[in-house]
């Protein structure tokens, strides 16, 4: 009996320990997720209608540039798309870039993939 | 570095104290669809045009400067100037090598669709040449009214391009010259140079039909079919065309040769 009373010690301990550690990597991780904010670029892609040579492409970036916290933007007429590259920490609406989008006298479509702080 | 050469080119484009006559022929700029908004494109030319009256040659160098500004995303602004070079003249008209008078136009976006795979454009256009230079050949207005259409299915471009032209109007005597309606076609596919990115190039085959109807004398058409090439970068487009003169022997008084038109097109 003293045995199971042991044993059942010792495994509540494990368990209380490892779950301190699981909980405590998910806290590290957020922590480097809030860093990755502020020090990595977030990349955004949308998919655009309506360009049909590289002087649209050219057009649309100029649009897409002008966005405050936009730090670099290039467009595919082959790809259909624009991948806008934010400034750290940046927050730019779906909304803001639509617009411009418009601007160029082209279609947004859906946005396809984000890669930073959206992951 | 870009904004100076792009201040000078302009500057430059303004100051000249020219024009051009608006001719619905030649390489399409855009036809029906509108550039985007703050977008400067400005697009030069050299266009070599052989004339005949009987068995005389009449050979002029034009070189047109249009610089063109997208002031909303529905709304052209386009200036156009030129240099006429006069170059053999054997008949008995006094041609001299001159800037043109200004020509001013406006295109207006009437519809448009962007589609996944396809975009159709359609704009309306209205210019007049203005008679500013002292030695301005007529003191006339030249009004132009016109209709641009756009099909771009994929690589594939149709551009038609519909002009009335009211050339050298006398506003005293409310008549014009002659009126001349233009109708353009240009057809031009986009093949993707392997290894260059970003760099296309189109060939392009032209069809144009002019009907001009003086004052003074009958009415008479003729037309053009026209080959030739874009070479399109994110900001630089080189454009070649040569323009095949059909049906040109039966216009009154003058046979209009065969025509070559170079040009480049830069976008800002």
């Not at chain 2, 149709?158 to 050339?167: G, K, S």
């Amino acid at each position: 009996m003293k045995y199971f009373k042991n044993s059942f010690l010792l495994i509540a301990i494990f368990i209380s320990s490892a779950s301190t550690v699981v909980f405590a990597d998910d806290f590290k991780s957020e922590v480097i997720i809030a860093e990755k904010d502020t020090t990595q670029n977030k990349v955004v892609c949308y998919e655009v209608f309506g360009m049909d040579c590289p002087g649209c492409q050219s057009a649309l970036e100029k649009q897409v540039k002008k966005i405050d916290g936009v730090a670099d933007a290039k467009a595919s007429f082959k790809e259909k798309e624009v991948i806008i590259k934010l400034k750290p920490g940046a927050d730019v609406s779906d909304e803001e870039i639509e617009t411009r989008i418009k601007k160029a006298n082209f279609t947004p479509g859906k946005k396809k993939s984000t890669v930073g702080n959206d992951q | 570095m870009i904004n100076k050469f792009l201040n000078i080119t302009l500057l430059l484009a303004f100051l000249l104290p020219l024009a051009f006559n608006s001719k619905a022929e030649g390489i399409s700029v855009d036809a029906g669809l509108t550039p985007a908004q703050d977008r400067i494109i400005v697009r030069m030319q050299y266009r070599n045009i052989i004339n005949k009256m009987g068995d005389n040659r009449m050979v002029m160098h034009m070189m047109p400067v249009v610089v063109a500004y997208g002031l909303s995303p529905d709304i052209t602004l386009m200036m156009r100037n030129g240099y006429r070079a006069v170059g053999e003249n054997e008949t008995m008209m006094e041609m001299e090598s001159q800037w043109m008078d200004p020509f001013l136009m406006g295109k207006v976006k009437l519809y448009r669709l962007n589609a996944r795979n396809y975009t159709i454009g359609v704009a309306g256009f209205a210019g007049t040449s203005f008679p500013i230079r002292n030695g301005s050949t007529s003191k006339t207005y030249s009004p132009v009214v016109g209709l641009n259409a756009s099909y771009r299915p994929g690589l594939w471009s149709f551009d038609l391009n519909n002009a009335y032209e009211w050339v050298n109007y006398h506003s005293g005597e409310k008549q014009s010259e002659t009126r001349q309606m233009h109708l353009n076609l240009a057809i031009s596919r986009n093949i993707i140079l392997p290894g260059i990115e970003n760099w296309v190039l189109a060939p392009v085959q032209e069809f144009s039909f002019v009907n001009d109807n003086p004052a003074s004398s009958e009415s008479s058409a003729h037309g053009f079919i026209s080959p030739g090439f874009q070479i399109v970068s994110p900001h630089l487009k080189f454009e070649g065309l040569y323009q095949i003169a059909v049906n040109s022997s039966k216009s009154a008084g003058v046979t209009y040769g065969n025509r070559l038109i170079l040009g480049l097109r830069l976008m800002f």
